[in-house]
Protein backbone atom coordinates (compact mmCIF):
# COMPACT_ATOMS: atom_id res chain seq x y z
CA UNK A 1 0.00 0.00 0.00
CA UNK A 2 1.53 3.47 -1.11
CA UNK A 3 2.50 5.74 2.31
CA UNK A 4 0.12 9.06 2.19
CA UNK A 5 0.82 12.63 3.96
CA UNK A 6 -0.66 12.75 7.49
CA UNK A 7 -3.75 14.37 7.74
CA UNK A 8 -4.15 17.37 10.36
CA UNK A 9 -6.66 15.47 11.92
CA UNK A 10 -4.50 12.64 12.08
CA UNK A 11 -1.38 14.04 13.33
CA UNK A 12 -2.27 17.50 14.22
CA UNK A 13 0.27 19.61 15.84
CA UNK A 14 2.94 17.07 15.12
CA UNK A 15 2.68 17.65 11.16
CA UNK A 16 3.18 21.63 11.70
CA UNK A 17 6.17 20.55 13.79
CA UNK A 18 8.36 18.94 11.36
CA UNK A 19 10.34 21.15 9.96
CA UNK A 20 13.06 20.81 6.55
CA UNK A 21 15.34 22.87 5.25
CA UNK A 22 15.55 22.44 1.48
CA UNK A 23 18.52 23.74 -0.53
CA UNK A 24 17.61 26.81 -2.62
CA UNK A 25 18.44 24.80 -5.68
CA UNK A 26 15.76 22.46 -5.16
CA UNK A 27 13.40 25.47 -5.29
CA UNK A 28 11.84 24.81 -8.22
CA UNK A 29 11.22 21.20 -7.73
CA UNK A 30 8.35 19.13 -7.14
CA UNK A 31 9.26 17.70 -3.81
CA UNK A 32 10.02 21.03 -2.70
CA UNK A 33 6.02 22.17 -3.50
CA UNK A 34 4.69 19.33 -2.07
CA UNK A 35 6.91 19.79 1.48
CA UNK A 36 5.49 23.21 1.89
CA UNK A 37 2.10 21.93 2.38
CA UNK A 38 2.67 19.33 4.97
CA UNK A 39 5.74 20.83 7.06
CA UNK A 40 7.46 24.08 7.45
CA UNK A 41 10.12 24.07 4.74
CA UNK A 42 13.02 26.81 5.04
CA UNK A 43 14.75 27.21 1.49
CA UNK A 44 17.99 28.80 1.77
CA UNK A 45 22.22 27.47 0.29
CA UNK A 46 22.86 24.88 2.00
CA UNK A 47 26.82 23.88 2.70
CA UNK A 48 25.90 20.28 1.56
CA UNK A 49 23.32 17.98 0.61
CA UNK A 50 19.70 18.96 -0.87
CA UNK A 51 17.72 18.24 2.28
CA UNK A 52 18.36 18.64 6.14
CA UNK A 53 15.79 16.41 8.02
CA UNK A 54 17.40 16.51 11.64
CA UNK A 55 20.66 17.42 13.27
CA UNK A 56 22.03 14.48 12.09
CA UNK A 57 20.53 13.39 9.02
CA UNK A 58 21.03 14.84 5.54
CA UNK A 59 19.82 13.61 2.42
CA UNK A 60 21.57 14.01 -1.11
CA UNK A 61 18.50 13.77 -3.91
CA UNK A 62 19.69 12.92 -7.23
CA UNK A 63 17.33 11.57 -10.09
CA UNK A 64 18.86 8.54 -11.88
CA UNK A 65 20.14 11.26 -14.79
CA UNK A 66 21.57 13.18 -12.46
CA UNK A 67 22.99 10.33 -10.36
CA UNK A 68 24.85 8.61 -13.65
CA UNK A 69 26.02 12.58 -14.47
CA UNK A 70 27.43 12.53 -11.04
CA UNK A 71 29.99 9.62 -11.81
CA UNK A 72 31.13 10.89 -14.93
CA UNK A 73 32.21 14.30 -13.38
CA UNK A 74 33.41 13.04 -10.53
CA UNK A 75 30.72 14.75 -8.24
CA UNK A 76 29.33 11.93 -6.62
CA UNK A 77 31.88 10.97 -4.40
CA UNK A 78 33.20 14.19 -3.08
CA UNK A 79 29.14 15.31 -2.47
CA UNK A 80 29.61 12.12 -0.28
CA UNK A 81 32.73 12.68 1.25
CA UNK A 82 31.05 16.11 2.90
CA UNK A 83 27.91 14.77 3.91
CA UNK A 84 29.68 11.95 5.73
CA UNK A 85 32.13 14.57 7.29
CA UNK A 86 29.63 16.65 8.47
CA UNK A 87 26.48 14.44 9.42
CA UNK A 88 25.95 11.10 11.36
CA UNK A 89 23.70 9.77 9.17
CA UNK A 90 23.95 10.98 5.38
CA UNK A 91 21.29 9.14 3.06
CA UNK A 92 21.62 9.14 -1.01
CA UNK A 93 17.99 9.35 -2.24
CA UNK A 94 18.23 8.50 -6.22
CA UNK A 95 14.43 8.82 -7.74
CA UNK A 96 13.38 7.70 -10.92
CA UNK A 97 13.62 4.62 -13.47
CA UNK A 98 16.47 2.32 -13.50
CA UNK A 99 19.77 3.61 -13.99
CA UNK A 100 20.56 0.71 -16.24
CA UNK A 101 17.68 2.16 -18.77
CA UNK A 102 19.77 5.08 -19.56
CA UNK A 103 20.56 8.14 -21.83
CA UNK A 104 23.98 8.43 -20.95
CA UNK A 105 27.02 6.14 -21.82
CA UNK A 106 27.87 4.79 -18.48
CA UNK A 107 29.12 1.43 -18.38
CA UNK A 108 27.09 -0.67 -16.39
CA UNK A 109 30.37 -1.86 -14.22
CA UNK A 110 31.12 1.58 -13.68
CA UNK A 111 27.63 1.84 -12.14
CA UNK A 112 27.59 -1.36 -9.51
CA UNK A 113 30.68 -0.17 -8.95
CA UNK A 114 29.85 3.43 -8.00
CA UNK A 115 26.93 1.77 -6.22
CA UNK A 116 29.15 -1.09 -4.60
CA UNK A 117 31.65 2.00 -3.05
CA UNK A 118 28.61 4.03 -1.77
CA UNK A 119 27.25 0.83 0.20
CA UNK A 120 30.55 -0.57 1.68
CA UNK A 121 33.61 2.22 0.88
CA UNK A 122 31.56 5.25 2.23
CA UNK A 123 28.75 3.35 4.67
CA UNK A 124 26.28 5.57 3.03
CA UNK A 125 22.38 4.02 2.76
CA UNK A 126 20.73 4.27 -0.81
CA UNK A 127 16.78 4.85 -0.92
CA UNK A 128 14.67 4.80 -3.89
CA UNK A 129 11.96 6.51 -5.08
CA UNK A 130 10.34 6.41 -8.41
CA UNK A 131 9.23 9.63 -8.52
CA UNK A 132 9.10 13.46 -6.96
CA UNK A 133 5.78 12.87 -4.76
CA UNK A 134 6.83 9.79 -3.09
CA UNK A 135 10.48 11.16 -2.67
CA UNK A 136 8.69 14.29 -0.94
CA UNK A 137 6.73 11.53 1.50
CA UNK A 138 10.17 10.04 2.22
CA UNK A 139 11.90 13.14 3.24
CA UNK A 140 8.47 13.91 5.66
CA UNK A 141 8.56 10.86 6.95
CA UNK A 142 11.82 10.38 7.74
CA UNK A 143 12.37 13.91 9.19
CA UNK A 144 8.42 12.97 11.27
CA UNK A 145 10.75 10.23 12.70
CA UNK A 146 13.19 11.87 13.49
CA UNK A 147 11.81 15.28 14.65
CA UNK A 148 8.76 14.12 16.23
CA UNK A 149 9.46 10.53 17.34
CA UNK A 150 13.25 10.92 18.47
CA UNK A 151 12.98 14.80 19.53
CA UNK A 152 16.47 15.46 17.27
CA UNK A 153 16.52 19.39 16.35
CA UNK A 154 16.85 20.22 12.90
CA UNK A 155 20.52 22.15 12.28
CA UNK A 156 21.50 24.16 9.77
CA UNK A 157 24.74 22.75 9.00
CA UNK A 158 24.14 19.11 11.54
CA UNK A 159 25.82 17.83 14.56
CA UNK A 160 29.78 17.25 13.36
CA UNK A 161 31.16 14.41 14.84
CA UNK A 162 34.18 13.51 16.59
CA UNK A 163 36.96 12.61 14.10
CA UNK A 164 39.44 10.34 14.53
CA UNK A 165 43.44 10.80 13.66
CA UNK A 166 43.10 8.96 10.31
CA UNK A 167 39.78 10.55 9.59
CA UNK A 168 41.52 14.26 10.39
CA UNK A 169 44.38 13.34 8.09
CA UNK A 170 42.25 12.29 5.31
CA UNK A 171 39.79 15.31 5.49
CA UNK A 172 43.23 17.39 5.09
CA UNK A 173 43.80 16.01 1.51
CA UNK A 174 40.47 16.43 0.79
CA UNK A 175 40.92 19.88 0.52
CA UNK A 176 42.95 19.61 -2.49
CA UNK A 177 40.67 19.84 -5.77
CA UNK A 178 39.92 16.65 -7.50
CA UNK A 179 40.69 14.63 -4.33
CA UNK A 180 37.59 12.63 -2.81
CA UNK A 181 38.00 10.63 0.21
CA UNK A 182 39.08 7.88 -1.74
CA UNK A 183 41.64 9.29 -3.16
CA UNK A 184 42.84 10.93 0.03
CA UNK A 185 43.40 7.41 1.52
CA UNK A 186 45.32 5.94 -1.32
CA UNK A 187 47.87 9.04 -0.67
CA UNK A 188 47.87 7.91 2.75
CA UNK A 189 48.47 4.74 2.33
CA UNK A 190 51.55 5.70 -0.61
CA UNK A 191 53.13 7.80 1.29
CA UNK A 192 52.25 7.30 5.15
CA UNK A 193 51.34 10.67 6.52
CA UNK A 194 50.27 14.11 5.21
CA UNK A 195 53.50 15.67 5.39
CA UNK A 196 55.10 13.19 3.41
CA UNK A 197 52.03 14.03 0.86
CA UNK A 198 52.83 17.97 1.19
CA UNK A 199 56.68 17.37 0.77
CA UNK A 200 55.96 15.41 -2.42
CA UNK A 201 57.51 16.18 -6.41
CA UNK A 202 54.70 16.52 -9.07
CA UNK A 203 56.26 13.67 -10.45
CA UNK A 204 56.46 11.55 -6.89
CA UNK A 205 52.67 12.39 -6.55
CA UNK A 206 51.86 10.80 -10.11
CA UNK A 207 53.00 7.33 -8.72
CA UNK A 208 49.94 7.26 -6.09
CA UNK A 209 47.38 5.48 -7.65
CA UNK A 210 44.94 7.35 -8.82
CA UNK A 211 47.21 10.95 -9.61
CA UNK A 212 46.98 12.46 -12.50
CA UNK A 213 49.23 14.94 -14.06
CA UNK A 214 46.70 17.65 -14.11
CA UNK A 215 45.99 16.59 -10.19
CA UNK A 216 49.14 16.52 -9.12
CA UNK A 217 50.19 19.70 -10.93
CA UNK A 218 47.49 21.29 -8.76
CA UNK A 219 48.37 19.94 -5.63
CA UNK A 220 51.71 21.43 -5.83
CA UNK A 221 50.68 24.90 -7.45
CA UNK A 222 47.99 24.95 -4.05
CA UNK A 223 50.85 24.16 -1.69
CA UNK A 224 53.28 26.78 -3.20
CA UNK A 225 51.45 29.84 -4.34
CA UNK A 226 51.54 32.61 -2.44
CA UNK A 227 49.16 33.54 0.15
CA UNK A 228 47.31 36.42 -0.72
CA UNK A 229 45.43 39.00 1.62
CA UNK A 230 42.26 40.12 0.86
CA UNK A 231 41.50 43.60 0.37
CA UNK A 232 38.85 43.39 3.14
CA UNK A 233 41.71 41.96 5.63
CA UNK A 234 43.84 44.76 8.20
Known sequence: MQASFPTQRTEGANAEAVVIYADSRESGSMV?????KHCSLHEQKLEVADYLLS????????????FLQSIVDKRLF???SN???SFTNPILLIEGNSLF??????????IRGALASITVDFSVP????????????????????????????????????LFSENQIQEFMLEG????????????????GSP??????SESELMKADGIGRETAKRIRIILTRSYEKSILED
Do not use: C
Not at 32 to 36: E, F, Y
Not at 55 to 66: L, M, N
Not at 178 to 183: F, K, L, M, P, Q
Open 32 to 36: VSILK
Open 101 to 110: EKSINVHDNA
Open 176 to 191: FPGISNITAKKLLKHF
Open 195 to 200: AAVFQA
Open 126 to 161: ILWTHNQLETAKMLYRIAHREQVKKNKNTGIRGKRK
Open 78 to 80: EQL
Open 83 to 85: MKH
Open 55 to 66: ERVAVERKTSTD
